[in-house]
């Protein structure tokens, strides 16, 4: 911290107190940078302030916002979820809907649809949509994106994330935070770290390697603060090794705070705070959601009895905590305060409007992964004659609505029958609901309200007068499925789609799939279809963007951020049994445990990461089992060759070159995927791991260069004997494809 004269600290604290927006100019009269002024305006601001005001800055005031400090002219912070919209306005003091008619938004797709993009570009555009509609709604901090792994297929909350890959995480997530934050307003990174299931989350223990933890579970948050420079970040419900990640010695002080260097603002996920001492010596600033059970149950002035509320300041005025610590946590939450809503740069952000829709449409379409195309079943033209029969609930469900805290109120959500109706214009389009669930509320399944056998019935009537069978299915954002609160309890379709299928396939053959899931689902059923479309949570625009892929109207591009396995027990996670997932209570196991997703929680669950560093596909690779649909694959309408494959040295990367030509009769993209394996390593290590990716666009009978340089530095892995990373010396092999399974050409490097 620069030292400055008390005259000057008199002018910073009136500069401070004011808002005067004349920074630039005190900067050039005292030979010091805009942010030394404005760390020089924090201190000037902490000396004013009373220890109970100091306290009042690090806890919650209502569900979304904390206090400032009103005779100082210091502004509270309103804080929103979520990752791919912003949630509409909650009460103050519960967690029922405000009712406010002007909180409409536009709806994002989901970020595993962003993350089968393989689009750095796209995902900063998705950002500054986002944080432009936040700063319109006047929130400070949004509360995304997150960036937890595909562990297990299980995990009701796997739709919010990034995939199972940690490098694809790390370089969507960057952009996507300084997009966002380009608006003056705090992306949250959440959550921090290892929360990899929702099932039993407020008490499993996850024991985990050093090396895993670093490797697969770390990086991309790394990358949020190292490389974004994220403003905020957000604690998990989970413990790491006994202790709650919220307020974690390990995670939160001294890797995040100390060997990162983050200079933000740490917010407990709400109700993830347990310990007034832990939070206030490991980390953690903002306190949120205390003295709720996540359904609204309060006490009375629960706020000033959270942990960093009264006892807090207990703890600081009979000196068992340090007034520096508070002073700490004091300049992130100012330094938060200057980055957003003191600052002087602020956007006014906008809503609901066409560059919003047609960035939320293009995420879409480029995001839906054709994952099988039997006959040219895909695309579909729109020809006179023609009868397309569109079957299944989610051709019509909501699906903004659900998933917990990133349900949504969209302005406008076009559904899949909507998309297909408006689009076709000379075929003709007939409906039936085929299948039916129960609306989407938080932590309850409810039942349908429609007769299944007459639902199911009448889908065949209709299947039988149809030239053409879209079946639109997959899960819904509720309760046991693709939601917040818990996990699945079955890999399986749920509702009786699969046993629809067969029937409907009994009397058309002509059917393709149209998949709405944030999540790999079983496949028995594969065979049965001609086509199948990954569709994801695609938000406003879902009905138009799949209307485009389906008619051929955009050319399919997207990759599967995690792999499909063919079974369950082919996940790592689930294979090493209930050990591994999802936990159990290690002083009352036996022998004989078996992975029960029924069961009721234990006294106090353990999960071990025994797969260690093999997820996803590193797993299947390594172990050779082969997935269903593997991690970076998707197919297209147009045919692509990668040629000339080569591998240049230089001092400190390598850069792997291409040609990709267009050998089909469509102008498309394609992403050429960089792998990269360790042979005759001293330690385990996966077949291959991703370590570069380009998409390019070729139109049809082109061809374009594609150039991916790698850091060498990026090839080590993190070695728990010095508890640092290690480059090993020796023979590298580097796998070139377009899919973790799909292979062009292998070439050998030399690290010496």
């Given at each position: 911290m ?6 000057l600290?008199f002018?910073?604290?009136?500069l401070?107190?004011?808002g ?5 100019e005190v900067a ?6 805009s942010s030394?002024?404005?760390e ?10 009373t220890l109970?005001e ?8 209502s ?8 005779r ?6 309103w ?6 919209g912003?949630r509409a ?11 406010w008619?002007?909180?409409?938004i536009?709806?994002f797709?989901a970020?595993?649809c ?6 750095p570009?796209l995902a900063e ?8 509609e936040?700063?319109?709604r ?7 994106p997150?960036v937890?792994?595909?562990?297990t297929p ?6 919010e994330?990034m995939?199972e890959?940690p ?5 969507m997530?960057v952009?996507y935070?300084?997009?966002?934050q380009?608006n ?9 770290a290892?929360?990899n299931?929702e099932r039993w989350?407020d ?9 895993a ?6 990086p991309?948050?790394k990358a949020?603060v190292t ?20 307020h974690?010695e390990?995670l939160t002080?001294?890797i995040l705070k100390g060997d990162?260097?983050f200079?933000g ?7 993830s705070?347990?310990n007034?001492?832990e939070?206030?010596?490991?980390g ?6 205390t ?8 006490t009375a002035?629960?706020?000033s009895n959270?942990?960093?509320a009264?006892p ?6 009979n000196?068992?905590?340090p ?6 946590k004091?300049r992130r939450?100012?330094?938060l305060?200057y980055?957003t809503?003191m ?6 952000g906008?809503?609901n409007?066409?560059e919003?829709?047609d960035v ?5 379409t ?6 099988k ?5 895909f695309?579909i033209?729109d ?5 397309i ?8 469900r ?7 805290s990133?349900?949504?109120?969209p302005?406008?959500?076009v559904?899949p ?5 408006e689009?076709y214009?000379?075929?003709?389009i007939i409906h039936s609901m085929?299948y039916?669930?129960g609306a989407s509320v938080y932590?309850?399944?409810l039942?349908?309200p ?6 199911r019935?009448?889908?065949i ?5 149809a ?5 639109v299915?997959g899960?819904t954002k509720?309760?046991?499925q693709d939601s917040e609160?818990d ?8 509702f009786?789609?699969e046993?629809?299928?067969r029937d409907?396939k ?7 799939f149209?998949?709405l899931?944030?999540n790999?689902v079983?496949?028995p ?5 001609e ?8 938000g ?11 008619s051929?109207n955009v ?6 951020p995690?792999?499909?396995p063919?079974?369950?027990?082919d996940?790592?996670a689930i294979?090493?049994?209930?050990e591994?997932?999802p936990?159990?209570?290690?002083t009352?196991i036996?022998?004989?445990?078996t992975?029960n997703l ?5 006294v ?6 025994k797969e ?5 596909y590193r ?6 089992i ?23 040295h230089?001092d400190d990367?390598?850069?792997v070159?291409?040609?990709?030509a267009?050998?089909?009769?469509m102008?498309?993209?394609e992403v ?5 394996g ?5 330690v ?7 370590k ?6 070729v139109n ?6 594609v ?17 640092d990373w290690n480059l090993?010396?020796g023979?590298?092999?580097v796998?070139?494809?377009n899919a973790s ?12």
């Open positions: 620069i030292k400055v004269s008390k005259f600290c002018v910073l604290t009136i401070a107190i004011t005067c927006k004349n920074d630039k050039l009269n005292t030979n010091t940078s030394e002024i404005v020089a305006k924090i201190d000037s601001i902490i000396s004013l302030l109970e100091k306290v009042a800055l690090c806890h919650a005031q569900k979304f916002s904390t206090k400032g400090v009103e100082l002219g210091i502004p509270e912070i804080m929103a979820d979520g990752p791919h912003v306005e909650i009460s103050w003091d519960d967690w029922a809907y405000a009712g008619t002007n909180d409409s536009t709806a797709p970020l595993t962003l993350a089968s993009t393989f689009n570009s555009q998705f950002g500054v949509a986002l944080g432009e936040a700063k319109y006047k929130k400070d901090v949004l509360l995304g997150g937890n792994i595909y562990r299980m995990n009701g909350r796997n739709f994330y995939g890959d490098f694809l995480a790390s370089k997530v952009p935070i300084q997009g966002v380009r003056g307003v705090a992306a949250c990174v959440k959550h921090f290892l929360n299931q989350r008490e499993v223990n996850v024991e985990v390697s050093d090396r933890l670093h490797e697969i579970y770390l991309a948050f949020a490389e974004a420079n994220v403003w905020s970040i957000m604690g998990a419900y989970n413990k790491f090794r006994g202790q709650y990640t919220t974690h390990l002080k001294q990162w260097g200079d603002v740490v917010v407990s996920d709400w109700s705070t347990h007034t001492m939070a206030a010596l490991n953690l600033d903002i306190e949120m959601g003295g709720t059970d996540g359904l609204g149950t309060t002035n629960h706020y959270y942990f960093l009264n807090f300041l207990k703890a600081l005025k000196g068992e905590i007034e520096s610590i508070v002073d700490d004091v939450v100012l330094r305060r980055r809503n600052s002087n740069n602020r956007s006014l906008r809503a409007n066409k919003h829709h939320a449409r293009q995420v879409a480029e995001g839906i992964v054709l994952l195309n039997d006959n040219n079943f695309p033209k020809e006179t004659g023609i009868t029969a569109v079957i299944g609930e989610n051709a019509t909501s699906m903004t609505k659900g998933g917990g990133s349900e949504l109120k302005k406008f959500e559904s029958l909507q998309g297909l109706q689009r214009k000379n075929a003709k085929g039916a669930s932590d309850n399944v039942p349908s429609y007769d299944a056998d007459s639902l019935t009448k889908a009537e209709v299947a039988k007068q030239d053409i069978i879209l079946f299915g899960l509720s309760h046991l609160g996990d699945r309890r079955q890999y399986q379709l749920p009786g789609q046993e629809l299928l409907i009994n009397v058309n053959k002509n059917v393709g149209v998949m899931t944030g790999a079983e496949m059923w594969l065979d049965s279809v086509g199948l479309l990954q569709s994801w949570y695609l406003s625009m879902a009905g138009h963007a799949i209307a485009d892929v389906i051929g050319n399919p591009s997207g990759k599967l995690f792999s499909f063919k079974k369950l027990e996940n790592a294979s090493f049994g209930p591994s997932y936990g159990v209570d290690l009352r036996n022998d004989n445990a992975l029924e069961s009721n929680p234990p106090s669950p353990t999960q071990e990461y260690g560093i093999l997820v996803g797993w299947h690779d390594t172990k050779n082969e997935p269903q649909f593997a991690f970076g694959y998707g197919l297209s309408y147009t045919s692509f060759e990668l040629s000339d494959i080569r591998v240049d230089q990367s390598f850069t070159t291409c040609g990709v267009n050998t089909g009769d102008d498309g993209a050429v995927q960089v792998y990269v360790k042979t005759d390593s001293k385990q290590r996966a077949l291959k791991e991703l570069g990716f380009s998409k390019v666009k049809k009978g082109e061809k374009q260069s150039s991916i340089t790698i850091d060498k530095a990026d090839l080590a892995f993190y070695d728990e004997s010095i508890s090993e010396k023979d590298y092999e796998y070139v494809g399974n799909n292979i062009s050409k292998k070439l050998n490097i030399r690290i010496n």
